[in-house]
């Protein structure tokens, strides 16, 4: 049983609370931190694991990787303890819009493949195994990180329906929705044949 009521003062708590801690640019941080300089002036320019990983530190892209799938499961996990299932979802989905539209970095975020997969492992662990399973399959089988990406959002929806857990179905859709359109160019380069594959400089 929830600790609080899903009203909508605590729906939008918990979109202020989602949102903040999607916004925290691990990435970044990591990258000051080791002294592996600024992340918007290696590879893509972008914040997420797979640039980090272009830094030449496997430590930090893995640490990325795992921050940035905690701060979207954290959000949905304590949402739904203190608030329900409404605030859980919610949160969730403010996590993924905050790590890709952050307020620190002038809303210039990253593409959320790694919150999304710890916002599925949250809200139905099964579908975010099968989602980080076919993530692996498509990476190992393309050495494109941003296949594999697109293949697991895209296959999520079917995740649920197949393994009974369709709670967030519509949310699961959203974020399918947004992962697909915040991989927009990665899309153009891949029909061009000039995506980079993982480890490789664009």
């Given at each position: 049983m929830?600790l609080?009521e899903?009203t909508?003062?605590?729906?939008?708590?918990?979109?202020?609370i989602?949102?903040?801690l999607g916004?925290?640019?691990?990435g970044?941080?990591l990258?000051?931190?080791?002294?592996?300089g600024?992340?918007?002036?290696?590879?893509?320019?972008?914040?997420g694991?797979?640039?980090v990983?272009?830094t030449?530190?496997?430590?930090a892209?893995a640490?990325?990787?795992?921050?940035?799938?905690a701060k979207?499961a954290?959000?949905v996990?304590?949402?739904?303890a203190?608030?329900?299932?409404?605030a859980?979802?919610?949160?969730g989905?403010?996590?993924?819009?905050g790590?890709?539209y952050?307020?620190?970095l002038?809303?210039k975020?990253?593409?959320?493949?790694?919150?999304?997969l710890g916002?599925?492992l949250?809200?139905a662990?099964?579908?975010?195994?099968?989602c980080?399973?076919?993530w692996?399959?498509?990476?190992?089988?393309?050495?494109?990180?941003s296949?594999a990406a697109?293949?697991?959002?895209?296959s999520s929806?079917?995740?649920?329906v197949?393994?009974?857990?369709?709670i967030?179905?519509?949310?699961?859709?959203?974020?399918?929705?947004?992962?697909?359109?915040r991989?927009?160019d990665?899309i153009k380069?891949m029909?061009a044949g000039?995506?980079p594959r993982?480890?490789?400089k664009p």
């Open positions: 929830p609080i899903s909508f003062t605590v729906l939008l708590l918990w979109a202020v989602g949102y903040l916004s925290i640019p691990f970044m941080v990258a000051r931190v080791m002294g592996l600024n992340l918007r002036d290696v590879g893509s320019g972008n914040i694991a797979t640039n990983l272009r030449g530190s496997k430590k892209a640490m990325t990787l795992i921050l940035d799938g979207g954290v959000a996990l304590l949402a739904r203190l608030a329900g299932e409404d859980a979802q919610l949160a989905l403010m996590a993924f819009i790590h890709c952050p307020v620190w002038k809303f975020g990253g593409k959320g493949v790694a919150t999304f916002l599925m949250a809200l662990w099964p579908v975010g195994i099968a980080c399973l076919t692996l399959v498509g990476a190992a089988a393309s050495r494109i990180s296949f697109l293949l697991a959002a895209g929806t079917v995740w649920m197949v393994l009974g857990h369709d967030a179905f519509v949310l699961g859709v959203v974020l399918t929705l947004m992962v697909f359109w991989h927009r990665n380069r029909r000039t995506e993982i480890g490789q």
